[in-house]
T-cell receptor, first 111, second 113 residues
Framework: GENVEQHPSTLSVQEGDSAVIKCTYSDSASNYFPWYKQELGKRPQLIIDIRSNVGEKKDQRIAVTLNKTAKHFSLHITETQPEDSAVYFCAASITGNQFYFGTGTSLTVIP | NAGVTQTPKFQVLKTGQSMTLQCAQDMNHEYMSWYRQDPGMGLRLIHYSVGAGITDQGEVPNGYNVSRSTTEDFPLRLLSAAPSQTSVYFC????????????FGPGTRLTVL
C-alpha cells in the first residue's frame, strides 16, 4: 500500500514568517493530494488540494506544490498568523480509492 | 444539510464489551470510511465503502466490522473492545468518482478500560 511520510513533526515560526511542511509518497499511481488542518478537539478540515496534473496551486496565503518525479508535495503558508496554529496533515489517494495520511505537523505561530 | 454526523461523541467501555459507532451523511456520497486517530500516528484507515453493499479493509481492520446497507449510513462495530482500541474515531465521506476530498464527522472519543 501507499506510504506517506510528513516532516517536520513540529514547527514554530514567528508571526508573519512563512511555514513549509513537506510530504513524500511511495505509490506513483496516487493522483490526489489534499491537506487538512485540525484544531485541538476538532475534526480535520480541508484547506487546499492538488491533483497530479497540476504542479502548483495557490489560495490566498496557502500554496501547495507537487513534484511527481520525486514523489513529494509541500504546503506553504505565507504571512503566518496566530490562528494558523494547528496540526496539519497531508494525504495521498488514488482517485476513488483509499486515502493515506501523514503523521501530522504541529504548527505554532508565535505572536 | 447536516453533513457527516457521528454518535456518540464520547464512550467508555470495559474490556470485552461490544458497541457500534454510528455514522451518517446526507450528501449522497458514495465513498465512506472510518479512521482512528492516535497521538503521533495521524489518521489510519480502518474500513471503507464505495457504495451500499460494498465494503473493504483499510490499514488497521482487526477488531472492527462494518456494513453498508444504505448510502447514508456506515456503522462501525467493535466486537470485543480492547484497551488498544482507545482512540478518537472519525467517519468521513466523499464523492468517489470525482476523487473529491473527504468531509469528516465530528469524531467519537472512545476509552476502553
Amino acid at each position: 500500500g501507499e506510504n506517506v511520510e510528513q516532516h517536520p513533526s513540529t514547527l514554530s515560526v514567528q508571526e508573519g514568517d512563512s511555514a513549509v511542511i513537506k510530504c513524500t509518497y511511495s505509490d506513483s499511481a496516487s493522483n490526489y493530494f489534499p491537506w487538512y488542518k485540525q484544531e485541538l478537539g476538532k475534526r480535520p478540515q480541508l484547506i487546499i488540494d492538488i491533483r497530479s496534473n497540476v504542479g502548483e496551486k495557490k489560495d490566498q496565503r496557502i500554496a501547495v506544490t507537487l513534484n511527481k518525479t520525486a514523489k513529494h508535495f509541500s504546503l506553504h503558508i505565507t504571512e503566518t498568523q496566530p490562528e494558523d496554529s494547528a496540526v496539519y496533515f497531508c494525504a495521498a489517494s488514488i482517485t476513488g480509492n483509499q486515502f493515506y495520511f501523514g503523521t501530522g505537523t504541529s504548527l505554532t505561530v508565535i505572536p | 444539510n447536516a453533513g457527516v454526523t457521528q454518535t456518540p461523541k464520547f464512550q467508555v467501555l470495559k474490556t470485552g464489551q461490544s458497541m457500534t459507532l454510528q455514522c451518517a451523511q446526507d450528501m449522497n456520497h458514495e465513498y465512506m470510511s472510518w479512521y482512528r486517530q492516535d497521538p503521533g500516528m495521524g489518521l489510519r484507515l480502518i474500513h471503507y465503502s464505495v457504495g451500499a453493499g460494498i465494503t473493504d479493509q483499510g490499514e488497521v481492520p482487526n477488531g472492527y466490522n462494518v456494513s453498508r446497507s444504505t448510502t447514508e449510513d456506515f456503522p462501525l462495530r467493535l466486537l470485543s473492545a480492547a484497551p488498544s482500541q482507545t482512540s478518537v474515531y472519525f467517519c468521513a465521506s466523499s464523492y468517489q468518482d470525482r476523487g473529491d476530498t473527504q468531509y469528516f464527522g465530528p469524531g467519537t472519543r472512545l476509552t476502553v478500560l
